[in-house]
């Protein structure tokens, strides 16, 4: 019964800022990497930002110096901070992470349900 749930989206103007958050919950042992990730309309869903249980992140170019992902492991929660935003930034914006449910299980990808996020020009 593991679940995402993101919120934080919504409509922006370019150069303004949104924080997205996403928090997991259910029957979990331990949350590895988190991450997130956009879909654009006509376009593929691609990596935004990812983050390590440790701490270490990456992030895609088009963001770099944007956008911030950051994590607070107690609350099982992740958050992409989204500042400078541009009209290209517009796109449904889903959460991931790779959780293991029990001891010696195989960890599992989970979604989040998707947020929209709109920067007009």
């Known amino acids: 019964q593991v679940q995402l749930v993101e919120s934080g989206g919504g409509l922006v103007q370019s150069g303004g800022s949104l924080r997205l958050s996403c928090t997991a919950s259910?029957?979990?042992?331990?949350?590895?990497?988190m991450g997130w990730y956009r879909q654009a309309p006509g376009k593929q869903r691609e990596l935004v930002a990812t983050?390590?249980?440790?701490?270490?992140?990456n992030s895609a170019d088009s963001v770099k110096g944007r956008f911030t992902i950051s994590r607070d492991n107690a609350k099982n929660t992740v958050y992409l901070q989204m500042n400078s935003l541009k009209p290209e930034d517009t796109a449904v914006y889903y959460c991931?992470?790779?959780?293991?449910?029990?001891?010696?299980?195989?960890?599992?990808?989970?979604w989040g349900q998707g947020t929209q996020v709109t920067v007009s020009s």
């Open positions: 991931n992470a790779e959780i293991v449910i029990s001891l010696w299980v195989e960890p599992t990808a989970y």
């Open positions: 983050i390590t249980s440790g701490g270490t992140t």
């Open positions: 259910g029957s979990i042992f331990s949350i590895n990497a």
